[in-house]
C-alpha cells in the first residue's frame, strides 16, 4: 500500500486494511479498537455514544434527499444502533469558493428538517472556506452525542451461533439512486435514495430482550456489514438470497450493470441480530413503524468462520467484503 486510492474509501476491505494498518495502528485504544458504529465511553457514571462521519456525496442533491439530510442521518443511525438516545450533533461545512448561497440554504433547511425529525440538536459547528477548485462543491462533517437512558449493552461480539439476522427493508436503494443520476444513466423506475433518520424506528425495539446488536448497512451493504460482524464475533453467518427484500427496479438496475445489490449502499436501513426466541416480537415491532414495514428475517449465525449466501437454487457461495471500488462517493 503505497498510496490512497479510491476503493481505500468504499467501506470494504481496503478500507478495512487502511483503518487497522494505519490509524488502529497509531491511535490505539479500547474504545477504538472496538471498530464498531460509536465509540461507548464512561464518564463519571454517565455512558454515552460518540460518533463522526463525513459526507462528500456526488451529487449533493439526489431523489430522495441531499447532503443535508444524509449528514444528519448517518451520524444518527450510528448512535442509535448502540442503543444510546442521540441527543446532540456538531455540523462543520467545507465550501468551495463560488458554491451558490441558495443552494447552501437549501442543504442547512434540508439538515434542520432531518434534525427536527430525529429529535436531535445541532449544538456547535464550523465554516471553512477552500478556494475554487480545492473541494468539489461542498463537504460535511457532523459528530454526534447520545446517552444511554437504559441499561443496554449492544456488541459485535454478543453474537452467537443460531441468532437470527432481521433486515429492516428492501436494500440498495441509495447507492443505485447515487449511481444513476451521478452518471445520468436514465435508467427508469422509482429509484430514490432510502436516507432516514433510524432512532425512532430503533427506539421501538431496544428494549426487547434478546437483542444482541445492530449495524446500519452504509457502504459496503449487507454482506460487508455482515462481515464486520462476523469478524468481530468469530462466528459466521448465512443469508437466504430469496428472503432478501430488493425492488424490482433496483433488481433490474442491478442485473443491467452488473451489481449485487448486497454490497450496495444504504442509509436508511439497518439488521438486528437477536436471539431466536425473541426474533418474532422484534420483528412485528418493526414492522409497525414507517421505516420497518418491510423488515423480514434473512438469515442466522452459525459455527462456520465466513459469511456465506443460500442462492435461490440452494447452493451456497461464500460471501467477503467488499473488494475494490464498487459505487465511490455515496456518502
Known sequence: ???????????????????????VKNFSNPYLNKLEDSAVIEINNLKIAYTTDSYVVDPIFFSGGDIGRL???GTVNDIAVSGARPLYLSCGFIIEEGFEIEKLKKIVSSAKKTALEAGVKIVCGDTKVVEKGK???????????????????????????????????EIGMHGI???????????????????????GLIETIREIEGIRCMKDLTRGGLITALNEISQSCGFGAEIY?????????????CDILG??????????????????????????????????????????????????VITKLGSRRIAPSLSGDQLPRIC
Open 1 to 23: 500500500m503505497n498510496i490512497v486510492n479510491l476503493s481505500h474509501g468504499s467501506g470494504g476491505k481496503q478500507t478495512d486494511e487502511l483503518i487497522k494498518e494505519i490509524f
Open 71 to 73: 449528514s444528519v442521518c
Open 135 to 169: 473541494a468539489d462543491k461542498i463537504f460535511i462533517n457532523t459528530s454526534g452525542i447520545g446517552i444511554f437512558d437504559k441499561e443496554l449493552n449492544f456488541s459485535y461480539k454478543n453474537v452467537r451461533k443460531g441468532d437470527i439476522i432481521i433486515l429492516s427493508g
Open 177 to 199: 439512486c447515487i449511481l444513476n443520476e451521478r452518471n445520468n444513466l436514465g435508467l427508469k423506475g422509482s429509484i430514490k435514495s432510502d436516507v432516514a433518520p433510524l432512532n
Open 241 to 253: 438470497e430469496d428472503k432478501v427484500p430488493v425492488s424490482k427496479p433496483v433488481i433490474s438496475c
Open 259 to 308: 451489481i449485487d445489490p448486497m454490497y450496495v449502499a444504504n442509509e436508511g436501513k439497518i439488521i438486528v441480530i437477536v436471539e431466536e426466541r425473541s426474533a418474532d416480537k422484534v420483528l412485528e415491532t418493526m414492522r409497525r413503524h414507517k421505516y420497518g414495514k418491510k423488515a423480514t428475517v434473512i438469515g442466522k449465525f452459525n459455527d462456520k468462520n465466513y459469511v456465506s
